[in-house]
């Protein structure tokens, strides 16, 4: 995520306009624009698997799988853009041109170095402010390490994954996820 240079305290609809316009992704957090900054071969790659996981195990249930074009929003000052989301039974938009998911009862971020801090503090608290999310998945692009939190009855409990033969159980959707096919493909870079 890159801050917009141009210094400028934006109304939700001049944004809305300018994203149009400009045909570029930003995220909207409280009158600030920040660009979606371009992702790494692994942080595609993870998503890709992730996402292609998620959806062949949902297949004939009422859940269905989004890419990251369809932003989601946390509130009237809040828009993001998740890597992937999860909606079960039917989608609610905040629009009627269906580009602003309010229900999604997963997200799912995959970590780079610019995002990481966003990702696992920002992103994460305006996420688990959403009613309806059951649960938000973080996944390492550097490293075998999903972070599952998932909603209780009176809170969120958080879990680690690190073991390549590790399945994260994502039993709001019914699935679990394998780690092998998280991370099928992926070269990690060699610490020296």
């Given at each position: 995520?890159v ?31 920040f ?35 369809l ?47 966003y ?23 550097h490293?075998?390490?999903a ?46």
């Open positions: 995520m801050s917009n240079p141009v210094q400028h305290h934006w109304t939700v609809e001049e944004y809305l306009a300018y994203e149009q316009e400009t045909d570029t992704r930003y995220e909207y957090i409280d009158g600030e624009i660009a979606m900054s371009g992702g790494t071969e692994n942080h595609s790659l993870i998503t890709a698997n992730a996402l292609t996981e998620v959806s062949y195990q949902l297949r004939g249930s009422s859940c269905r799988a989004y890419t990251s074009d932003r989601a929003k946390i509130s009237d000052t809040k828009y993001v853009y998740p890597d992937f989301s999860v909606v079960c039974g039917d989608a609610e938009f905040a629009d009627d041109n269906h580009t602003m998911l309010t229900n999604p009862v997963l997200v799912v971020e995959v970590t780079s170095p610019s995002s990481m801090s990702d696992k503090i920002i992103k994460r608290d305006f996420y688990l402010t959403l009613p309806s999310l059951q649960g938000y998945l973080i996944l390492d692009q490293r075998i390490f972070e599952l939190y998932t909603r209780n009855e009176t809170d969120w409990s958080i879990r680690q994954y690190t073991d390549i033969d590790d399945r994260v159980p994502l039993d709001i959707l019914n699935c679990t996820l394998p780690l092998k096919e998280v991370y099928r493909g992926i070269v990690f870079e060699s610490a020296e």
